[in-house]
């Protein structure tokens, strides 16, 4: 089974959120490893930061440019981030992925401008989370 560090780093990644009712709802993602913790920058109100604010369970795994996944899923707590980091993450994800720039930056600015159609995720892995605030078992 791997774990977190050994998926965060991938180029393409498969992210899985959960609905409050426990559905899956899987998105390929760009992600940047940012110390520990894996960052990616997604559309302000898109569906998968409003279940991470009522559901931070997610799960990463290595996926194809278009989702298909390429190995285990790896448990991780996602939140989003204040509004003041989503141009920091916007040129992480930019640098990484230069090769889309062409493109990422264009619409970016033709919707508004980063800091108004963007926002940033912080995912880490569980154990780093269970290591700071115990996780109460369920009943």
Avoid: C
Avoid at 15 to 35: A, Y
Avoid at 80 to 100: C, E, G, Q
């Amino acid at each position: 089974m791997p774990e977190f560090k050994d998926v965060y780093g991938e180029k393409y990644l498969l992210l899985t959120t959960f609905t409050k009712d426990g559905r899956p709802k899987p998105t390929t993602v760009w992600g940047v490893p940012d110390g520990d913790k894996l960052v990616i920058s997604t559309d302000a109100g898109s569906w998968k930061t409003k279940r991470i604010n009522n559901t931070p369970r997610v799960t990463i795994q290595k996926s194809s440019a278009l989702g298909k996944p390429r190995g285990e899923p790896v448990e991780a707590v996602a939140r989003n981030l204040p509004d003041s980091h989503t141009r920091r993450v916007f040129d992480m994800v930019t640098r990484r992925y230069w090769w889309h720039a062409w493109w990422w930056v264009p619409q970016a600015l033709l919707r508004g401008g980063v800091d108004k159609v963007h926002a940033a995720i912080e995912i880490e892995a569980i154990e780093a989370v269970e290591a700071v605030e115990p996780i109460a078992p369920s009943s």
